[in-house]
């Protein structure tokens, strides 16, 4: 439904958005991921007609939207703070842009209880934003934004000003409701883990042009670039004759690098690569070490907990292939 065709956006010579075309199918979430200062944020601000394009095109359902303004593109914006009326209880923030639309009464009061009641703040409609955590409030906004049933919703880093804890469960409580009810999304964020727990879809962005995008098992299995990799929370790469090493012990063919998870590397008696621990720390999963990999150099590595590890012990490791990406490329190439 959603189309970006050779999106560019310039000010002045510098392009903060450079050919980027992507498509959006309905009912789907789509994260565009990519570091602060890459042009995801000006990105979505075209989409919503609140950024006029250099040059390429934005339709809806076939529909060039260019000379479109944004209140009549049918989109929602729902921004990283919230935005709430801090004078306004949680029923009549919800309720603000129905009654805009001059929508009965009746109606609006229905509405406002399903939204509510979908957000998981049934029973709020008289509390003030100023007595809500965080969280709530994002719900509220979040309500307020699909009220008016818009055909798409920008999302600019909903969950950024929230702490760890709480954004990894809203991220999760966000993607459920947005999939009950039957929205269609475009996410932007510079958190990997946000874009994995809320979208269907990634777009990696960066320096103003996509460099890869599908869908986000595909895209986290197999990164197109070391760069790409690193960003996506991968913790190292390695490459040539260590990257052979690696793979071969996993039972795979040699490639330019691997990337690997923190946990790729196990110690196992039977492992067949040997190395020597430099640190080891106790967290409540596994014992996360850094080792001295013959033939490999310094990488991360696991043991189970209550394994008797120490800085200067000797260890054997074997390869979780699940645990790596295979790259063919450098980073930029």
């Not at 934005?58 to 593109?73: E, N």
């Not at 009220?147 to 409580?173: F, H, K």
């Not at 590595?301 to 054997?316: H, K």
Request: net charge negative.
């Amino acid at each position: 439904m959603l189309q970006l065709t050779d999106v560019t956006v310039r000010y002045g010579d510098t392009a903060a958005v450079d050919e980027v075309t992507l498509a959006l199918e309905p009912g789907q979430v789509l994260a565009v991921l990519g570091p602060s200062g890459c042009g995801k944020s000006t990105l979505l601000r075209a989409v919503a007609g609140l950024e006029p394009l250099t040059s390429g095109s934005v339709s809806w359902a076939g529909a060039d939207l260019v000379g479109v303004p944004t209140h009549k593109r049918g989109f929602a914006l729902m921004f990283q703070d919230g935005q709430l009326f801090a004078h306004l209880t949680v029923a009549r923030n919800v309720a603000y842009a129905l009654r805009l639309r001059r929508t009965p009464s009746a109606r609006v009061a229905t509405r406002v209880r399903e939204l509510l009641d979908l957000v998981g703040l049934a029973g709020y409609d008289d509390r003030l934003p100023g007595t809500l955590s965080g969280g709530e409030r994002q719900r509220v906004a979040l309500a307020r934004a699909l009220a008016v049933e818009p055909r798409l919703i920008l999302l600019d880093e909903p969950l950024s000003a929230l702490d760890a804890t709480l954004r990894e469960r809203l991220a999760g409580d966000l993607r459920e409701i947005l999939h009950a009810a039957g929205t269609t999304a475009l996410l932007v964020t510079h958190d990997h883990d946000e874009a994995f727990a809320l979208a269907d879809r990634l777009a990696v962005m960066r320096a103003g042009r996509v460099v890869q995008q599908g869908a986000i098992d595909e895209v986290w299995r197999e990164p197109v670039d070391e760069e790409t990799a690193l960003f996506l929370g991968y913790a190292r790469v390695v490459r040539g004759d260590a990257a052979a090493r690696v793979l071969a012990s996993g039972g795979l063919s040699p490639a330019y690098a691997v990337a690997l998870r923190r946990s790729a590397l196990v110690v196992d008696p039977a492992g067949d690569l040997r190395a020597v621990v430099e640190s080891a720390r106790v967290t409540p999963e596994v014992v996360r070490l850094v080792v001295a990999a013959e033939g490999i150099g310094p990488v991360d590595a696991v043991a189970p907990l209550g394994s008797r590890v120490s800085p200067g012990d000797e260890v054997a490791l074997r390869v979780d292939v699940t645990r790596l990406a295979v790259l063919a490329i450098a980073a930029g190439g």
